[in-house]
Structure formats: C-alpha cells, structure tokens
C-alpha cells in the first residue's frame, strides 16, 4: 500500500510533529490530553462520549462505566470491576461483593471446549440471570408493600406477568415460582399462551390471577371458563362490546360462572411512541357509553356481579409520573363509578407502562428512558386510587399491574463476538517504493491533490487536508470508471486514502465524528434474530464491551451483521451517538461485546432472515463456589437443520437428494475416491447439525463456517 512520501524530510514542522513510520504522513505526537482515535464531543447532548476529565486521566474501569453510562442503565445489576469486566450483582443493591458474577468468566466457561471443563458452546450467546428475574419481582412487590402501608391503603396488590413479553418455559416457570408468596400471576393475550399460563399457574398460587387479554372468540372463552373450572382465578377481559354475548352464551352452556373484566379506553394519552393504543382512538377498549352498555346488558341477565375487574393501558414505557397519576387517577374514577352502578367490582388493573431506563439518562422526556424509579412509580398509583376512592367512599380495590418488560428486560445479556472490517496488519506502514509506483500512475490533477494534501498536514490543517484527500479519491475513482487508471492504481489510493484518515485522526481527535473516522466491526448475529425491535421501531439498547475495561477504548465503532441486508446494523446508539468507543482487536483474541436490557420482546420477535436462528443459553445462578456462579441449564440454539424445518424443509429428504448426487459424481471411482466420497457425505451430514453462525477456528479470530 503506497504511502505519502514526497515530504521533503528538511522542512520544518509545526511543534510536536514527527513523521510516523518512514516517509509517512507527518502526525502530531500523542499527548496526554487526547484519547486517541475516540472522538471528544464537545457539545452537550447526551451521547457516549469523552469528557475532558476522561481525556486528561489514566484509563481505569471508572472511566469505562461513566464512558458507556453502565451506572446509569445498569444499576443496581450491572457494573465494571477491577479487572475491567463486566460485573453482575445478581441481588440488586444486596449483592455483597464477594456474590458478584464476572461476566467474562462465565463466557470463558461456556465457549471453552468440554475437554478444558467447559461447555464448548459457540456464541452468539444469551446469558439468563434467574436471580436477577427474582430481585425485580421482589422489589416490585416490596415498592407496591411499602407504598401501601405508608399512605393507609386498605387493600392489597398482585401483579400478573404479560407472557408476551418472553414466552420462554424456564421464565414463565421461574416468575410463577418466584410470585407464588405473593400471589403473583399471568396475563395471556391469545388462545396458546392462555393454554401455557393454565399449565404454569397449576403450580402457582391459588390466588394468583390469571387475566385473559386480547381479541376473544368462542374457543378462546371456552378454554377461559375451562380454567376457571380447574379452580385457576380467571378473569375474562372485554377489549370489545361484542365479546360479552360470547361470554354469556358459552357461560350457560358449559355451566361455569364467569368473573368478568373489562378494558377501559382513557382520554389519557401517552405521547411517545408506546402510546398509540392509548387514547380515545387507541385499538384497544371500550368507550363509556359501550361501558354503560356491558352494565345494563350484564344487569338484564342477572350477571352485574360477575363484573370484577377493570383494566386500562396507557401505554409502554410511560416517561413520567405526571402522565401515570393522571391516567391511574381518570381509571380510578371509573372504576368508583361502576361501584355506583352495582356492579361487582374488586380488582384494578392499571396494565403495563411500568419503564425502564435504556440510556441511563433518567430523562421523562424521551421513549429510551423514564423519569422515576420503582419506589416513586408504587407511591404514584397507592395515591392516586386511595384518593378517588376516599372522596366516593368506595372500598379500597386490590392492585394489579401487568409490568412485563420491567421484569424481564435485566434478566437477559446477549454476549457476541465483533471483529473490525480493517484488522491492522503487521508491516503495513508503507515506503518510499510504494510512492513511486502510485505517482506514477496518477493523473496531473490527482498529484497536484496529493502535494496539497501533504502540505496541509504539514501545516495541521486537518480538515483542508482532509478535503484534498477525498478530493483526489474522487478523482480517481472516476478515472477508473473511464478505463484510465488501473486497478491496483486504485486499490493504491484507497489504501493512501484510509491511512491519512487514520492519521489525521490520531493528530486531532476532536477533528469530528464523520464517517471518514469510523470503523465497522462485524458482529456474530443477526439483528433481526436478535434486535428486531433496533430494526423495526429503532429501540435503543445499552450495548458494550464485556471485558477490557482497563483499556482505554481508541476506535469510534458501527456493527453490522451477518445478514445479507443493508439494514443490518447498528449505527445509532444510547444517548444518540453515531458510533461506538471500542478496542482494537488483538490477534488470535476474541472480543466480546455484550446487548443488555433485552429480556423483553426480542426473542419472541425475532425473525429467521437469512436462516439465523436462536443463539444458546445458559442460566447462570450465584454460588458460594470459587467463580461465585454456577451454570444450572443450558438450551441449544437452533442448528441449520431446526431453521430449515421452519420453513418446512425436510433435512433428511434434503439430505438424501444431496446423497444421490454424491454417489452419481463418484460413480466407477477408485479406492482413494470412495473415502473422499465417504469424507463428502459425512461433511454435508454435519452440516445439516452445524450452527448457522460463525465459528472461529481454534487459535484464529476469523471467522469460518464449519461443523459445530
């Protein structure tokens, strides 16, 4: 790769300027004051970025949890160590020290082959964190305890888990079990994920409840009344006026008498993206004169009791606590109401919209954060339904909420490999012979570019010389296009191109964040497997490097994926940031990155572009032992075989047909090339087993495909 040589070495350079590496491009030399190759952001958004104490500062792993804001939407989870890797604190703010998880080792333990005591998995990975799922239930229930005995209120609350949310056997079966002491239930919003909470709550509390959502049609109420009859405490929703003949009608036949709940369409309306079910137009719901309709026909057939519950949704993701007391409030006086009325009322179930924060900015005013924590969300409501109630005289009802993604979201990482697109090759400063053969077949326009981009860096000018740089790869490329400029020529000045990017940049870190200074690394999944709601509705999530916290990060970085799709990136990230701080990547070692907050929707949305299917998990508990965890299950992830059956292929029909072709190639063959037929028919069978992902070779950090 040719390089910009023809400086005259006797001309004097501006005050720290050396030449890096011979006859190269002359460069500031590095300063204290500079993080190399990261860009420092000046201005006052809220993206990932450099602060100047950061600048001025030997790197530590403090530096690291305040650069990617893991004190903000990690806590009280997540944090950085003194080894520089990503620490798991698996009971909240209870986690003593030494109960801490090293996320990094448990990656090590699983992808270490099963011959070293590992379990010789390839990633992508998900990491499950049971105890992290039972420290949000508890402190759920600990804020709704807490915030009712300090304001008096007379009743009670018992949330339900929205299995839509993640539909995963092992969760549902952890939250049942988790919830049963305080009488925790399900929601389903379809006829098999009813028939997946009927099965879970047979092992849960008596009490818990088990709220059916979602459009209803006769088979959907049957299997309702059904476990209503298996002794389950089932209460039926109408999310439409026509669903109550179904109610009564399949009721009296099956001779089961049903607790009926309704779903209220507020005035209140959430202005983000979550809220477009909220509102007088939301999809879900019932106005008040289709409410006042469901009460008279409900009293005509002697059936008003039967009326126990009401439900509403504000919407996901409710920022503020300003907007939930005033939709809890305008239910809450709804719900008086149908007490006036007769009706059998007991249960206020005030739906989802319980937040998280994804940026660590604890902002209310953005779809990526909220502005309160779980103490002041509990205190909203109790308020809010205690006071309505007391001016009505109304019995204080018991409190249900359907707060999914905040249970979940903390339990899940997905840990992947990333690699740069531009690994840094060993000898590839170029030299003064490189320059010869480029110059030579240069245009007079290009060199008089190239001599004025040399003498803009001489001078500092960062950005005149960067003008002049692509100027002249402009101008090359369209003499190319004409068949005047070859294609090693071109090769050439690409090359010359990306080395005086980068040495600009090491010049002048603060020169800006455009794409000229970013690098893509490739990452090991799919983002519409793994990230759909990043693709589909540009959902942020924190995502990090997973170790190497000691290191000072010197690359701005974007991610694309496997995929075969333009869309198959991240470029957009917490806090608005265009690009990503990482590390250079070290030969012959991985370098993990890890997607956090995710344990809500992704799995149950991810889709099979390109056959990627679903990556491996582990469940990872907290131990006494000497790593402070163990590894209590592990979960396949689905091989070429299992996303080929998805699309209704048959692997073995499949299979056969390759086999036939095989002995027909190989038909009158010789000793010798019967065992490389054999060698043949056995690689493809394996295939058929292998991951769709990508496997790095033992000792390598490229990725090949291969037999897993």
Same mark, same amino acid.
């Given at each position: =790769? ?62 690291? $949890? ?62 499950? !964190? ?12 600990? $804020? ?44 389903? #919003? ?20 088990? *709220? /059916? ?9 049957? +299997? ?36 009926? #709940? ?60 300003? !907007? ?11 719900? /008086? ?9 007991? *249960? ?67 840990? @992947? ?13 170029? #030299? ?6 480029? =110059? ?25 010389? !960067?003008?002049?740089?692509?100027? =002249?790869?402009?101008? /090359? ?21 990306? +080395? ?24 090991? !999944? ?28 010197? &690359?701005? #970085? ?37 997607? @956090? ?45 299992? &996303? ?12 056969? $047909? ?6 027909? /190639? @190989? ?42």
């Amino acid at each position: =790769m040719p390089a910009l040589a023809c400086v005259d070495a006797a001309a004097p350079l501006p005050p720290g300027y050396v030449f890096a590496g011979e006859s190269a491009l002359p460069t500031a030399l590095p300063e204290r004051s500079k993080l190399s190759g990261v860009v420092i952001d000046d201005d006052d958004s809220t993206a990932v970025k450099v602060t100047a104490a950061m600048a001025t500062s030997p790197w530590s792993p403090d530096l690291s $949890a305040s650069l990617y804001k893991i004190n903000g939407w990690g806590a009280p989870y997540f944090s950085v160590n003194a080894a520089g890797n990503i620490s798991v604190r698996p009971h909240g703010v209870a986690t003593m020290p030494h109960a801490e998880i090293d996320l990094m080792k448990v990656v090590r333990k699983v992808t270490e082959p099963k011959s070293l005591g590992g379990l010789g998995l390839q990633l992508p990975l998900i990491v499950r !964190l049971p105890d992290v799922l039972r420290d949000r239930l508890e402190s759920l229930h600990s $804020a709704f305890e807490s915030a009712i005995h300090s304001q008096g209120y007379e009743s009670h609350y018992q949330g339900v888990y929205p299995v839509k949310c993640n539909q995963d056997h092992y969760i549902v079966e952890d939250i049942v079990e988790y919830g049963r002491p305080f009488r925790f239930g399900l929601e389903a #919003g379809s006829k098999p994920e009813l028939l997946l909470a009927m099965s879970a709550l047979c092992k849960g509390n008596p009490e818990s409840l088990l *709220v /059916c959502n979602g459009y209803k049609d006769q088979e959907y109420i049957s +299997l309702a009344l059904m476990a209503r009859r298996l002794g389950l405490n089932t209460v039926i929703v109408l999310e439409q006026e026509e669903e109550l003949d179904l109610v009564i009608d399949v009721s009296r036949k099956i001779g089961v008498r049903p607790v009926i #709940g309704l779903r209220a369409k507020l005035r209140t309306k959430h202005s983000g993206h979550f809220g477009s079910t909220s509102g007088e137009k939301g999809k879900f719901g019932l106005t008040t004169l289709q409410i006042i309709s469901v009460v008279r026909r409900l009293e005509r057939a002697d059936m008003l009791d039967c009326l126990q519950l009401l439900h509403f949704h504000i919407g996901s993701q409710i920022p503020s606590v300003d !907007l939930l007391s005033d939709g809890v409030g305008e239910a809450a006086q709804i719900y /008086c109401e149908l007490v006036r009325l007769g009706a059998g009322m007991r *249960v206020l179930d005030i739906g989802g919209g319980l937040g998280i924060d994804y940026d660590g900015s604890g902002s209310k005013m953005s779809d990526m954060s909220v502005g309160y924590n779980l103490e002041e969300y509990a205190a909203t409501v109790v308020q809010a339904v205690r006071c309505a109630c007391d001016r009505k005289f109304v019995k204080h009802p018991v409190l249900c909420s359907e707060s999914g993604r905040a249970l979940v979201s903390h339990h899940s990482v997905l840990v @992947f490999e990333a690699a740069p697109s531009l690994p840094v090759l060993d000898g590839a400063t170029p #030299g003064q012979h490189d320059l010869i053969f480029l =110059m030579e077949g240069l245009s007079d326009e290009a060199r008089s570019d190239y001599r004025n981009l040399t003498a803009a860096a001489v001078r500092g000018d960062y950005d005149t010389c !960067l003008a002049y740089t692509e100027q =002249m790869k402009q101008r /090359c490329i369209e003499e190319f296009k004409e068949g005047s400029l070859g294609l090693e020529h071109l090769a050439a000045v690409d090359g010359l191109c990306e +080395l005086v990017t980068k040495v600009v940049a090491h010049g002048n870190p603060a020169a800006g964040s455009d794409s000229p200074t970013i690098r893509s690394y490739h990452v090991n !999944l799919s983002i519409f497997k793994s990230l759909p709601d990043l693709w589909a509705i540009e959902q942020l999530f924190p995502i990090v490097p997973i170790h190497r916290h000691c290191d000072r990060p010197t &690359v701005n #970085g974007v991610l694309s994926d496997l995929t075969c799709d333009s869309d198959g990136k991240v470029d957009k990230f917490i806090g608005g940031g265009r690009s990503l701080p990482l590390h250079e990547c070290r030969r012959g070692e991985a370098y993990y990155l890890g997607m @956090f907050l995710g344990g809500a929707y992704q799995e149950a949305l991810g889709g099979l572009h390109n056959l990627f299917g679903s990556p491996n998990v582990v469940r990872v508990v907290q131990s006494d032992g000497p790593h402070c965890f163990a590894i209590t299950g592990t979960v396949p992830g689905q091989s070429c075989a299992d &996303v080929l059956r998805a699309m209704q292929h048959e692997p073995a029909l499949m299979f056969e $047909a390759l086999r036939v072709r095989i002995e027909e /190639c @190989f038909h009158g063959a010789s000793a010798a090339e019967e065992e490389e037929e054999e060698s043949v028919a056995h690689s493809l069978a394996c295939s058929f087993d292998s991951t769709p992902y990508l496997i790095a070779a033992v000792g390598d950090d490229e990725w090949v495909h291969c037999c897993a």
